[in-house]
């Protein structure tokens, strides 16, 4: 016990004295940033993609879209994203003679992999009842209206518990970033540990912080799902 004491010691005195606090509120930040704006360009992109590939592949050019995302899902699906995060700041910027910080590439390459995984849960809540696709197309709505107005919205109630996981793994996933110069709240606490040799109270902290943030994250949603079943209710 007293030799915990003395590493919680000497980790408050690095957070405090030391300003580590400073790190970490930057790598939280961070953090969230990362994962948030990754959740909203993934959620734009794969619904995109989720409703380019549930369009009736009667003519060719929804083959062709179709192909491509598909393609384009197999992509980020079957490869670690911290090996995109390389391939993107060492190896496309370059070559593009691009510019961008190691937050904003981590926001892009993090929006890019989980459109591919929003893609397929979006594909997989759009099969909602075929009738109401129908009733929209009954009225004179054109196909994009009617997903638009009438099965995107059904499909964001049946997903929003999958999203929240996304968010959740998105968060946890942020702590690879340091691959490109990023600084998280891996790297925060890393910081800290490395200034007086003692890991163990900051990587617990860290993990603390860590549950924290996925339980406020799990309430979050269980409140919106209640939220939306009252919704139901009244209608």
Do not use: H
């Not at 010691?9 to 969230?32: C, P, Q, R």
């Not at 959620?43 to 009736?56: D, N, Q, S």
């Not at 994203?81 to 060492?90: K, S």
């Not at 009225?139 to 518990?161: E, R």
């Amino acid at each position: 016990m007293g030799n915990f004491s003395l590493k919680f010691d000497k980790f408050w005195e690095t957070f405090i004295k030391y300003n580590g606090y400073v790190k970490v509120l930057e790598g939280l930040k961070n953090t969230l940033t990362i994962a948030v704006l990754g959740l909203i360009i993934g959620i734009v992109i794969g619904t995109l993609i989720a409703t380019a590939r549930v369009i009736p592949q009667y003519k060719v050019l929804p083959r062709i879209l179709n192909k491509i995302c598909s393609f384009y899902v197999a992509l980020f699906r079957g490869t670690p994203i911290v090996v995109q995060l390389l391939v993107f700041y060492y190896v496309l910027l370059p070559l593009m003679g691009s510019r961008m910080t190691g937050i904003q590439v981590a926001v892009m390459v993090f929006g890019l992999n989980s459109a591919a995984y929003i893609s397929e849960i979006m594909r997989g809540g759009m099969s909602v009842d075929s009738g109401q696709m129908e009733a929209g197309r009954a009225v004179g709505l054109s196909f994009g209206t009617t997903m638009l107005k009438i099965v995107i919205p059904q499909a964001v109630k049946n997903i929003l518990p999958t999203m929240g996981n996304e968010l959740i793994a998105l968060i946890k996933d942020t702590s690879v970033v340091s691959f490109v110069g990023a600084t998280d709240l891996y790297v925060a606490f890393s910081f800290i540990g490395s200034s007086n040799y003692e890991f163990m109270v900051p990587y617990l902290v860290m993990a603390l912080i860590y549950i924290v943030l996925v339980l406020i994250i799990s309430f979050a949603i269980k409140l919106m799902e209640r939220s939306l079943r009252r919704s139901d209710r009244r209608n």
